[in-house]
């Protein structure tokens, strides 16, 4: 569940059997992390590709009733988890990352991929996004650190805004999309649509304003 994109048009995919990797190009599909089932984990969820390129950040849940943030590395595959209370994580810039919590606020840590092991000693922050179950805080940091959230309501309606605020077109279609992510050069959007039986993800190009299924 939920999509980030890195580099060369990949798209990093969550799922309950851990984390993917799919091209938006061919669609092309492979594995970077598997839940290590073993241990009661409970999926690879809601993605984030962080600035350096090589790692992704991804909510789990490693035993009933705790939420906590996992790092994996892309080359390998590699697992490190974070120490604190974190549901999905939402941006990082400029040395924070910003994240949901169990309470229903967003959480901001100092973060180095490096170096940080715990991120308890969180920021106090005013805003308070909605909280859907199972989908976390629905928020998106952009690169410049603006915060753009959702308040009221669990349905979405996609729209193309310019840095203003103004609608310059390409809107899509009303229907239940969850959790798009804009490509790093702007043209794509990935975007969950929700059914009664599933859900499926969908590229959108927003020059063309042609839309194609991707496998997940």
Known sequence: ????????????AGSRDGLFRLSAVDGSRRRVSAVDSSKN?????????????KHVLVWTRPQPGVERLEMIRIADGKVTALDGDALNPIGSVEGYLVFGRSDGTLGVAPFDPARTRSISDVIPVLEAPLTR???????????????VYVTATDFSR??????RGRDIGGRLDDRNFNHPRVSPDGSKIVVAEATISRTDLWVHDLVSGVAEPLSS
């Open 1 to 12: 569940v939920g999509t980030s994109w890195g580099a060369d048009d990949a798209i990093f």
């Open 41 to 53: 984990a409970h999926g690879a969820f809601m993605p984030l590709v962080l600035p350096d390129g």
């Open 133 to 147: 179950r199972g989908g976390g805080a629905a928020a998106s940091l952009s690169a410049a650190g603006d915060l």
């Open 158 to 163: 996609l729209r193309h805004l310019d840095s």
